[in-house]
């Protein structure tokens, strides 16, 4: 039973454009999420994350949108860069021990 | 360098050995979690310390795996008894959790990759 769930594997976007990668979840006591970058042979990056009291949360060139009536969030990505090719993961967590469950990642490529 | 160290960063093993891996978690850092992931998937909680006391261990960790944080600083994992599932890359992160409140923001070290043959 997987409660954080990316149903696309992968997206190609050209550099300079938006990328918008989604990420829906099943368990109404996730309090807080976030999203994780990760490249090859390293460990996950965190990049931004978002409380379920707000609906948006700015950081840079990214933003993260929660829609909690649709157990629905989505991480913009403005403009696209090069740099920005990863896997990008969208993880949630409720209760006070904190640990996360995390969806199985979308692999980003954004083309010059 | 300050952030989540962990050794070592490759271990290959035969099957029914034991492997011991170390984690150094950012200093001030007073939660450690251990992950596992595997080929497709995102990683998935194995157990995780607030200081030296181990307050969870998912179902994924079976009694052939230990995790210890004896002073409340470095961790480590030990696998006996080693099985060709047990592949995968194991990952630490930490986190700083202020009195009475969840720190949710993990920062994860760059994994120790296990090969069982």
């Known amino acids: 039973d997987q409660q954080v769930k990316q149903n696309s594997p992968s997206l190609s976007v050209q550099e300079g454009r938006i990328s918008i990668l989604n990420c829906d979840y099943t368990n109404s006591m996730f309090d807080y999420f976030l999203w994780y970058k990760k490249y090859p042979a390293e460990g996950p990056t965190f990049l931004i994350s978002i409380s379920s009291i707000k609906d948006k949360n700015e950081d840079g060139r990214f933003t993260v949108f929660l829609n909690k009536s649709a157990k629905h969030l989505s991480l913009h990505i403005v403009p696209s860069q090069p740099g920005d090719s990863a896997v990008y993961f969208c993880a949630a967590s409720g209760g006070s021990q904190g640990n996360l469950i995390f969806g199985k990642g979308t692999k980003l490529s954004v083309k010059p | 360098d300050t952030g989540v160290s962990q050794d070592p960063r490759h271990k290959i093993t035969k099957r029914g050995q034991n492997v011991t891996f170390r984690c150094d978690p950012i200093?001030?850092?007073?939660?450690l979690y251990w992950y596992r992931q595997t080929l497709g998937q995102g990683p998935e909680f194995l157990t995780y310390?607030?200081?030296?006391?181990?307050?969870?261990k998912s179902r994924l960790l079976s009694d052939r795996f230990s995790a210890e944080r004896p002073k409340g600083s470095f961790s480590t994992l030990e696998i006996q008894r080693t099985e060709q599932g047990d592949s995968a890359m194991y990952l630490c992160a930490s986190s700083l959790a202020p009195s009475g409140r969840v720190a949710y923001e993990q920062y994860f070290g760059p994994g120790t990759r296990l090969t069982v043959t």
């Open positions: 200093s001030e850092h007073n939660r």
């Open positions: 310390f607030q200081n030296e006391a181990q307050l969870e």
